[in-house]
């Protein structure tokens, strides 16, 4: 009897044991609670419109389509497509019936970018609120990067907002020059928090430069968010400039952006002046298998250019690098040099001139992680929607009737954006699996696509009310 009670016990444990491991998984239902009840999310998702007029299948579910996409990591439109086949899904995203690519685009084309923006503003103030963007903060300051991308370009295909460019080609062995289109835009993103979360994009037009659609979005800010998010904003060489220095200063933010020749009167002093005299501080550093050997320069008060007499701080860095590879069986070590100098507002009795050079080089990061996560893993380049001509049309003024505006690449930007952030915010602030079993994001992608098979059905006797409906 006692082996029998053992035996009983042992069984019900391994029972136990194998629904834990099989509740070890991450499903559609608590993410979607995650996000209704920290963002609101449903109620946010339900405003969004489009341009069509009295569409079959809402913008909302549209939006969740999308959305879910990017959540599960799909890599085409046409991919999405054959999710969509499954009635789990479409009662999920809460969509009568299937529905094709030729949809989500008709409807993404005239889609409602101020609708997704205020979605985008609402999370990172919910974010802010929450605390999230503590962890990770420099000496108590948000920190954030802002950079430009390429998201697409063609020889072929081109819209109204297509920026152009001459490039050179190889046709049967000649070099011919062609015109290439392409789209680029500027986004700002949090980086010092573990939720990189993204604040705002804003598109180049046709004919302007990077730093005009930079400065146009750094301005937009502070109406967006009604306060300061974040209190450092890291910047490329091409920031260097006399307006981003005012917008800058009237916000609030302190910079630091990285100096190169295109500053050239503040780069040749600098070097000048730090050429006359030893490093002001060194230090030392370890990772990814390379030793840093660093010395530093630091001083204030250099004119930032001719026509701009203001006094900034400059700090240098000269890096050896040493590095040992192991080849055919024989370790080698491999030494570079590299040189780097920032311009920075930040005080030097606060912050040193090695937490300086440590955020300027946070903004690489930028490129490593955020960008390129987004084009590596995220889909960002697959140019949705691109030059598509069948579009919802609207009525003019004079009563005539034309295709609406393309807002697609726009809003397929933004609906990657708020997934890519909503992503985080639940890894980082929510899962404890994440926690527990080391799971990478790639994995919990998977993990909440496999649970739309699991999802339950929506079961109601015909007397009864309706009850709570299960979709996001
Ligand atoms: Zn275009």
Known sequence: MAGAETGGKRTRHTLAFMRRQEQAVHELPSFARYLNKVFDFRTAAAGLTDARLAPEIPPSA??????????????????????????????????????????????????????????????NRTLKRNKVFQAGRVQGRIVAALDGIETLSSYSRCCDACLERRVQVRKAGIKVEQVQYYHRAVGCQIVSSPVKSFVAIEWLQPHEGEETAALRLLRRLPALYGSRLFDILLMDALY????????????????????????????????????????????????????????????????????????????????????????????????????????????????????????????????????????????????????????????????????????????????????????????????????????????VARQLRCSVSKLPPRIRAPDCPAPEPQTI
């Not at 440590?358 to 390129?372: A, M, V």
């Not at 949705?384 to 003019?396: E, S």
């Open 62 to 123: 549209v939006f969740l389509a999308a959305f879910h996409g990017f959540v599960f990591r799909l890599p085409s439109f046409q991919q999405l497509q054959a999710e969509l086949s499954q009635p789990a899904l479409q009662r999920w995203i809460g969509a009568e019936r299937a529905f094709g690519d030729d949809v989500l685009r008709y409807s993404l084309c005239g889609f409602s970018l101020e609708g997704l923006e205020a979605m985008l503003v609402q999370i």
């Open 240 to 443: 260097a400039q006399t307006a981003v220095l005012n917008v800058a200063e009237e916000i609030g933010w302190d910079v630091v952006i990285s100096l190169k020749q295109n500053q050239p009167d503040l780069y040749r002093s600098a070097i000048r002046l730090f050429a006359r005299r030893e490093a002001d501080s060194s230090c030392t550093e370890q990772h990814g298998g390379k030793s840093y050997q660093v010395q530093l320069w630091d001083t204030e008060g250099l004119p930032f250019s001719g026509e701009d007499p203001r006094l900034v701080r400059v700090v240098r860095s000269e890096e050896t690098v040493t590095e040992t590879h192991y080849r055919q069986g024989q370790r080698k070590t491999e030494e570079s040099s590299h040189e780097w100098l920032w311009i920075t507002t930040l005080d030097p009795r606060i912050f040193s001139a090695i937490q300086v050079r440590r955020l300027g080089h946070d903004r690489w990061k930028l490129e490593n992680n955020g960008w390129n996560d987004l084009t590596q893993h995220w889909a960002f380049k697959h140019g949705f929607l691109h030059a598509c001509k069948h579009r919802p049309q609207a009525a003019a003024e004079n009563g005539e009737r034309h295709s609406v505006p393309n807002q697609g690449l726009a809003a397929v930007t933004l609906i990657l954006l708020l997934a890519f952030t909503l992503c985080a915010a639940f890894t980082h602030c929510h899962s404890k699996l994440v926690r527990r079993y080391r799971l990478t994001t790639l994995e």
